[in-house]
């Protein structure tokens, strides 16, 4: 089993930064990619960036690239969401994942990640 932490959360006006961090612990041998998932109200979840463990290779939704920044610790069992120019429709609870390597769909969806955070809520204020 793996736990998934989350923290960094909070409320922020637009254009400002946040950074999010996600901790890992249990079994993470098993662990090949660890992401961040966000769903606001009345949406559909929606993968917002991956990262593969080890060789740092990363994958971003089109709407955050260029303002987001997904990085793995020096430990690896602890991945950082830097988000900057933050936007309204930005706000969402923010959810750390971590799925092992194989999967039948891209990283950045959710069907592939089997242990998942309680998530952090991000409120970004116009």
């Known amino acids: 089993q793996v736990q998934l932490v989350e923290s960094g959360g909070g409320s922020v006006q637009a254009g400002g930064p946040l950074r999010l961090s996600c901790v890992g612990s249990?079994?993470?041998?098993?662990?090949?990619?660890m992401g961040w998932f966000r769903q606001a109200p009345g949406k559909e979840r929606e993968g917002v960036a991956t990262i593969r463990i080890g060789d740092g290779n990363s994958v971003y939704t089109d709407s955050v690239k260029g303002r987001f920044t997904i990085s793995q610790g020096n430990a690896k069992n602890t991945v950082f969401l830097q988000m900057n120019s933050l936007k309204s429709e930005d706000t969402a609870m923010y959810y750390c994942?971590?799925?092992?390597?194989?999967?039948?769909?891209?990283?950045?969806?959710?069907?592939?990640?089997?242990?998942w955070g309680q998530g952090t809520q991000v409120t970004v204020s116009s």
């Open positions: 994942a971590a799925r092992g390597p194989v999967g039948t769909r891209s990283p950045l969806e959710s069907y592939d990640y089997d242990y």
């Open positions: 249990g079994d993470l041998d098993s662990i090949r990619w």
